[in-house]
């Protein structure tokens, strides 16, 4: 069966941008994350829900950060004024359960310029 | 402040041989931990996971192995494949509804 998708694979913006990634869970996956992978380091929580809602958002670094998930399945995340510092690979996972392992995307890799 | 540590950034190992990757947790209240496997340009894929109350969990050729008095926790694999040769990242959660915590990852080479 189909993975997570994200789309798109890359994105390349200039700095003070808005971008909006995409991120569609695999069928029927109630729990869905966001993480952020820089170069050398691990996956970095951003946010997680739990249907339609944000039951953590805790990771997300400042408030040029938003992220939707409006029918609990595709979920949206929006960065505002894109600043260099933003350039990663977004990762997305679901898992059918909160206490299932995440199943990721190949992520969206982010290029502020 | 790391919650979840892998302090060998790369590992090679000789193709037949064990493999040893290991982490360090500082949060005690970190009661499930997994490792997951990625390949560069795609994402990291669930590989194996022990719950707290456990203290060794194997699949095929992977084993991990927990020490919550140590806090210390490694994943085996043998004999070593060059399928193998990946970044590997250990990770915990704390509790069943939290997020999962990341280490930054082992880069592991299998040698032919």
């Known amino acids: 069966g189909a993975g997570v998708s994200q789309t798109p694979s890359n994105k390349v913006t200039e700095k003070g941008k808005y971008v909006e990634l995409r991120c569609d869970p695999i069928?029927?996956?109630?729990?869905l994350y966001w993480y952020r992978q820089s170069l050398g380091q691990g996956p970095e929580f951003l946010i997680y829900?739990?249907?339609?809602?944000?039951?953590?958002d805790s990771g997300l670094p400042n408030d040029r950060f938003f992220a939707v998930r409006p029918e609990g399945s595709v979920s949206t995340l929006k960065i505002q004024r894109t600043e260099r510092g933003d350039s990663a690979v977004y990762l997305c996972?679901?898992?059918?359960?909160?206490?299932?392992?995440?199943?990721f995307g190949n992520g969206t890799r982010l290029t502020v310029t | 402040d790391q919650q979840v540590k892998q302090n060998s950034p790369s590992l090679s190992v000789q193709e037949g041989r064990i493999s040893i990757l290991n982490c360090d947790y500082t949060?005690?209240?970190?009661?499930?931990f997994l490792w997951y496997k990625k390949y560069p340009a795609e994402g990291p894929t669930f590989l194996i996971s022990?719950?707290?109350?456990?203290d060794k969990n194997e699949d095929g050729r992977f084993t991990v192995f927990l020490n919550k008095s140590a806090k210390h926790l490694s994943l085996h694999i043998v004999p070593s494949q060059p399928g193998d040769s990946a970044v590997y990242f250990c990770?915990?959660?704390?509790?069943?509804?939290?997020?999962?915590?990341f280490g930054k990852g082992t880069r592991l080479h299998i040698l032919p």
């Open positions: 996972a679901s898992s059918s359960t909160i206490n299932s392992p995440l199943h």
């Open positions: 069928s029927g996956h109630t729990a």
């Open positions: 829900f739990q249907g339609t809602g944000a039951a953590d």
């Open positions: 949060n005690s209240m970190f009661d499930y």
């Open positions: 022990i719950s707290s109350i456990k």
């Open positions: 990770a915990a959660r704390q509790n069943r509804d939290d997020k999962i915590i």
